[in-house]
């Protein structure tokens, strides 16, 4: 890709990744992630910091991945490009008719 295109790949990353979010329904959630009520709370003000995130570094023109603390609760999330029937790796990620992009949250919780 080149500097354009990587470009509009942040820009998309940056929509996609304020519109993304958390009702509280299981089906939001990936297996392996507690359904209880405090992690439903602690899930929901991770999708506020996600959704405000702006500490990227100066060359980090994709906006793709981040980490947000809450509570005590350390979260690093990614943004992946998938391609419209996410059966692979998007061929475009500048191209929001060819991409479908999903968030991986990676949580480390301490005691």
Not at 14 to 38: M, T
Not at 43 to 61: C, E, G, H, M, N
Not at 87 to 96: L, M, V
């Amino acid at each position: 890709m080149d500097q354009r295109q990587i470009s509009l790949v942040g820009e998309l990353n940056d929509c996609y990744r304020r519109d993304v979010g958390w009702d509280g329904s299981a089906n939001d959630v990936a297996a392996g992630v507690p359904a209880e009520r405090k992690a439903r709370r602690i899930l929901t003000k991770v999708w506020q910091a996600i959704r405000s995130y702006q500490d990227f570094a100066p060359d980090d023109v994709e906006h793709n991945c981040g980490t947000v603390a809450v509570e005590s609760v350390k979260v690093d999330w990614r943004i992946n490009y998938l391609d419209r029937w996410s059966e692979g790796p998007s061929a475009n990620p500048a191209d929001a008719r060819v991409t479908r992009r999903t968030i991986t949250l990676t949580m480390e919780v301490s005691d």
